[in-house]
Structure formats: C-alpha cells, structure tokens
C-alpha cells in the first residue's frame, strides 16, 4: 500500500523539508518504528521546485493504521514540529500496486 501526499514547501525551508521528508529522514526514522514499512520516496516538481511528492510505501492500510494508533503521540509532536515548512499539505490517497 502506497500513502501519497503533496506538498508545497516554503520557498526558505526546502532543504529542511527534504530532511524530515526525505527518505532517511525524521518520518521515516519514526515510520521504521515498524516492520511493515517498506520506505518512503521523495519527488520534486522539475517545473516547481518548491512542490513535492512523498509516497509511503506499507505493508497494507491495517499497518499503517496500526502503527499510527500505538504512535500516535510521536507522530502527532512531529507533525507539529514540521507545519512551519510547507505552505500546503494534500492528501492524495492511499493506494495498492496492481500485479502486472
């Protein structure tokens, strides 16, 4: 299962963004709190550089769901910590790889 969100940095915070969204960074230190996360991916806009896309890559929806519940406080104090970079903040949705 893929959860995939969009982001609008702050033109004088992308490279802090880039930190805790990135794929060794403050989300996927917490995520790894977990063995059924498989990663995270960081995008950036070639024609904006201060959009981003960031896909979580789990197990399934349960998981996710599970390990936001038993990490609910750490995952809300990080959220917190990270509103000041970003301008927007959209939830795409959550999606699962087809066979091909």
Not at 48 to 66: A, C, G, H, Q
Request: aromatic share 14%.
């Amino acid at each position: 299962m893929h959860i995939i969100w969009r982001f609008r940095a702050k033109p004088d915070r992308v490279e802090h963004f880039c930190r805790a969204y990135g794929c060794d960074g403050d989300w996927a230190k917490l995520f790894a709190g977990s063995p059924e996360y498989h990663g995270t991916l960081l995008l950036q806009d070639t024609a904006d550089p201060l959009i981003f896309v960031v896909i979580d890559r789990w197990t399934n929806v349960d998981s996710f769901t599970s390990f936001h519940q038993e990490f609910r406080q750490e995952y809300e104090a990080l959220d917190q910590q990270c509103l000041d970079l970003t301008d927007e903040e959209t939830l795409i949705g959550n999606f699962t790889e087809l066979p091909t």
